[in-house]
């Protein structure tokens, strides 16, 4: 009889369960656009399918945007990895996350990201970010640039191949140190033991997600996850240190300076590999670029004379480079390092509006803006959507496009307070760098050579490759191989 009971009470809690699961799968967000789910692995399946169907370690959002492709590009998609991930509405219409990054009656600072105390560190950076701020850092700026044009000359006599992305990160690091921290973090220096350990230990925790391009949960990678939490808590310790010797009354929001301050150094280490390297196969580009410098800063390109130059007018001479500008708005647009991710309790009833009028309830759900597909949409940029063309952003060509399709550093109440620290530090190294070297890339991105072992142009005016640089996730956007270089003096 016992034996009954058992048996009849495993079949009621089987079918509950399958019920259970089935409505998860099939039906709790059946409203909105999706591929065919497993009732067990939901969209993990078919998420594998499409990545076992090109370069295995491409950047996840490439494989998102392969499956919003292949039901018809829909405005919002649902993607179900749970149990690896909660389940996502990627979203692909600029109209539609704009809604999400607005303040509303219901969300009056923008639909909640992660965390709570990002008010009062804004606050509390806001002064350092300022015009006026920023514009007194130029001089520091210009300073961190020296060691990085050595280096630069080193290679440039040596002809070795070297990382590009290397060098940038460090010299990122040094300036976002100094500009924010107030303190020299010796992330140039050539002797690694003499680099601050905040250096040191972030890029021990950058290392952690080399082999972890999906963002796995922590019972798949304990191990990993113990090492990045132990690193995290260290770093967070050595950062508070830092600030408190700056901001007294700092005590308690060392958790969220770490993000806070290092999402620039990601952002600008990404966007200047991508931009030399387009420049690099671009002769246009690079032209154009080296006229409009010669224009505003006059003939001589060593660096010396370029740093005197903007310490002397900088602020003037820095906004008139329009096409530099221009260039780092579309290698923004084309590689941006990072997307939006914001979230919303069940219950809410937080619901978008589609251009065509359907409308979608996201409750519960992770909203992912993915600026890859919101900044490549052919509704917005045409059939060049896929093309790095900086023209796009000149003239009244740029005045067609919705101030919304370009977010790489999102929008809204809570869009990034480093954009201007970042723009400024760009335009400053490209107006010192581009004109006084030529970059040739190495392996993946390289220029594929006639019969004479000379590059040839495609019909979009850039030099031909023999194989695709592409983008990996290590934590953000990076270039899959660190930009291997080789560098000479420009003639």
């Known amino acids: 009889m016992f034996g009954l009971f058992v048996i009849a009470a495993a079949m009621l809690l089987a079918s509950y369960l399958y019920i259970k699961l089935r409505y998860v799968r099939f039906e709790q967000y059946s409203h909105i656009p999706q591929l065919p789910s497993h009732l067990v692995w939901g969209h993990l399946q078919v998420f594998g399918e499409f990545m076992s169907r090109g370069i295995h370690d491409r950047h996840p959002d490439k494989i998102f945007e392969e499956m919003w492709a292949s039901i018809g590009r829909p405005p919002v998609m649902l993607v179900d990895l749970r149990p690896i991930n909660p389940p996502m509405a990627l979203i692909s219409n600029h109209e539609m996350a704009e809604q999400i990054s607005k303040s509303t009656t219901l969300f009056p600072f923008s639909t909640p990201k992660e965390g709570d105390n990002w008010k009062d560190l804004r606050?509390?950076?806001?002064?350092?970010?300022?015009?006026?701020?920023?514009?007194?850092?130029?001089?520091?700026?210009?300073?961190?640039?020296?060691?990085?044009?050595?280096?630069?000359?080193?290679?440039?006599?040596?002809?070795?191949?070297?990382?590009?992305?290397?060098?940038?990160?460090?010299?990122?690091?040094?300036?976002?140190?100094?500009?924010?921290?107030?303190?020299?973090?010796?992330?140039?220096?050539?002797?690694?033991?003499?680099?601050?350990?905040?250096?040191?230990?972030?890029?021990?925790?950058?290392q952690t997600y080399n082999d972890d391009k999906n963002n796995l949960p922590w019972w798949i990678v304990p191990l990993t996850t113990l090492k990045r939490n132990r690193l995290a808590k260290r770093i967070d310790n050595l950062v508070r240190d830092m600030i408190e010797r700056k901001y007294a009354e700092i005590k308690e929001e060392a958790d969220g300076n770490r993000p806070f301050l290092f999402a620039g150094h990601d952002t600008n280490t990404s966007m200047l590999q991508w931009a030399f390297y387009e420049l690099s196969r671009t002769p246009r580009a690079l032209k154009a670029v080296r006229d409009e410098l010669d224009e505003i800063l006059g003939p001589r390109s060593d660096p010396r004379t370029v740093c005197a130059t903007l310490t002397e007018k900088g602020e003037h001479l820095l906004p008139r480079m329009h096409y530099v500008s221009a260039l780092i708005k579309e290698t923004l647009r084309l590689h941006p390092p990072a997307s939006a991710v914001r979230m919303t309790e069940s219950g809410t009833g937080f619901t978008v509006r589609a251009s065509t009028g359907e409308e979608y309830c996201l409750d519960g759900l992770i909203m992912y803006s993915?600026?890859?597909?919101?900044?490549?949409?052919?509704?917005?940029?045409?059939?060049?959507?896929?093309?790095?063309?900086?023209?796009?952003?000149?003239?009244?060509?740029?005045?067609?496009?919705?101030?919304?399709?370009?977010?790489?550093?999102?929008?809204?109440?809570?869009?990034?307070?480093?954009?201007?620290?970042?723009?400024?530090?760009?335009?400053?190294?490209?107006?010192?760098?581009?004109?006084?070297?030529?970059?040739?890339?190495?392996?993946?991105?390289?220029?594929?050579?006639?019969?004479?072992?000379?590059?040839?142009?495609?019909?979009?005016?850039?030099?031909?490759?023999k194989s695709e640089l592409y983008n990996t996730r290590r934590m953000t956007s990076k270039p899959v191989d660190g930009t291997m270089m080789k560098i000479k003096l420009a003639a």
């Open 123 to 206: 606050k509390r950076y806001n002064p350092g970010f300022s015009t006026q701020h920023l514009w007194s850092l130029l001089p520091l700026i210009l300073e961190k640039m020296e060691p990085f044009c050595q280096y630069l000359d080193q290679f440039a006599i040596s002809g070795d191949e070297f990382f590009l992305g290397t060098l940038l990160s460090n010299l990122t690091f040094d300036v976002i140190g100094a500009a924010v921290m107030e303190v020299n973090l010796e992330a140039q220096h050539i002797d690694l033991s003499k680099q601050s350990e905040v250096i040191r230990l972030f890029k021990e925790l950058v």
């Open 370 to 465: 993915c600026q890859s597909v919101i900044q490549r949409n052919p509704a917005v940029y045409g059939d060049t959507a896929d093309d790095w063309a900086p023209e796009r952003w000149l003239g009244e060509t740029a005045k067609n496009i919705p101030s919304s399709a370009w977010r790489p550093f999102e929008r809204g109440t809570r869009i990034c307070i480093g954009q201007e620290l970042a723009n400024l530090e760009s335009r400053i190294i490209i107006a010192i760098v581009a004109r006084k070297y030529d970059f040739t890339k190495m392996g993946l991105g390289g220029s594929a050579l006639d019969e004479k072992g000379l590059p040839t142009l495609n019909d979009k005016g850039q030099y031909k490759v």
